[in-house]
C-alpha cells in the first residue's frame, strides 16, 4: 500500500516561533488532509489538500503532487497548538485514508 | 464539532465480551468510515460503508464487524475481547464514495481489562 512518512516525528519549540512539517507519500492521491490530534483525542481537521496551496489564519498548507509531498506552515505558535500532527492521504478508487505516523509538536511558553 | 457523534465516549470491559460502538455521521453524509488508533499501530483504517453497503476493508480482525443501518447510522461490533484490542475507535463521515474530505467524531475510548 501507499506509504506516508512525516517529518519531524518530535518538535519542540517556544511560543511566537515558527515551523514547517512535511509529509511525504509514495504514490500518487487524489485525497490530502492534515489533521491536529490535541491532547484530548480529538482529530481536527485544519486542510484538505490535494494539490495547490490553502491558509487558515496562522495555518498553511502546500501539496506538490507530482512530488509527492505535503508541507504544513504554523507562524506565531501558541501554546494551544501543541499536540499530533498528522498527514493522510488516499490513491484514486483505493480504499481509506493511509495516516502517517504524525509529527509532536511542543510549544512551550 | 465536526458533525460526527460518536457513543459511548469511554467504555471499560473485560476479556472475553462484547462492545458495540455507534456513530452518526454529519447530516446528508452517505460514507462512513472507522479507524482504530492503538499506540502501536498508530491510525489504521477498519471498514468503509457507503448507503448501507460495505465498501472497503482495511485492517479489520474477523472478531469485528460493522454494518451501516436504513437511516445511515453505523454500529462496530468488538466481540471476543483482548487486551490488545484496547484503543481509541474513531468513526469519520463524507458525503461520497470516494475522495473528498473526511471528518472524523471524537472517539470511543475502550479500555480492556
Known amino acids: 500500500g501507499i506509504q506516508v512518512e512525516q517529518s519531524p516525528p518530535d518538535l519542540i519549540l517556544q511560543e511566537g516561533a515558527n515551523s514547517t512539517l512535511r509529509c511525504n507519500f509514495s504514490d500518487s492521491v487524489n485525497n490530502l488532509q492534515w489533521f491536529h490530534q490535541n491532547p484530548w483525542g480529538q482529530l481536527i481537521n485544519l486542510f484538505y489538500?490535494?494539490?495547490g496551496t490553502k491558509q487558515n489564519g496562522r495555518l498553511s498548507a502546500t501539496t506538490v503532487a507530482t512530488e509527492r509531498y505535503s508541507l504544513l506552515y504554523i507562524s506565531s505558535s501558541q501554546t494551544t497548538d501543541s499536540g499530533v500532527y498528522f498527514c493522510?492521504?488516499?490513491?484514486?478508487?483505493?480504499?481509506?485514508?493511509?495516516f502517517g505516523k504524525g509529527t509532536h509538536l511542543i510549544i512551550q511558553p | 464539532d465536526s458533525g460526527v457523534t460518536q457513543t459511548p465516549k469511554h467504555l471499560i470491559t473485560a476479556t472475553g465480551q462484547r462492545v458495540t460502538l455507534r456513530c452518526s455521521p454529519r447530516?446528508?453524509?452517505?460514507?462512513v468510515y472507522w479507524y482504530q488508533q492503538s499506540l502501536d499501530q498508530g491510525l489504521q483504517f477498519l471498514i468503509q460503508?457507503?448507503?448501507?453497503?460495505?465498501?472497503a476493508k482495511g485492517n479489520i480482525l474477523e472478531r469485528f464487524s460493522a454494518q451501516q443501518f436504513p437511516d445511515l447510522h453505523s454500529e462496530l461490533n468488538l466481540s471476543s475481547l483482548e487486551l490488545g484490542d484496547s484503543a481509541l475507535y474513531f468513526c469519520?463521515?463524507?458525503?461520497?464514495?470516494?475522495?473528498?474530505?473526511?471528518?472524523f467524531g471524537e472517539g470511543s475510548r475502550l479500555t480492556v481489562l
Open positions: 493522510a492521504v488516499r490513491r484514486g478508487g483505493a480504499d481509506g485514508l493511509t
Open positions: 460503508y457507503y448507503n448501507g453497503e460495505e465498501r
Open positions: 489538500i490535494p494539490s
Open positions: 469519520a463521515s463524507s458525503p461520497m464514495d470516494r475522495g473528498r474530505e473526511l471528518f
Open positions: 447530516s446528508g453524509d452517505l460514507s
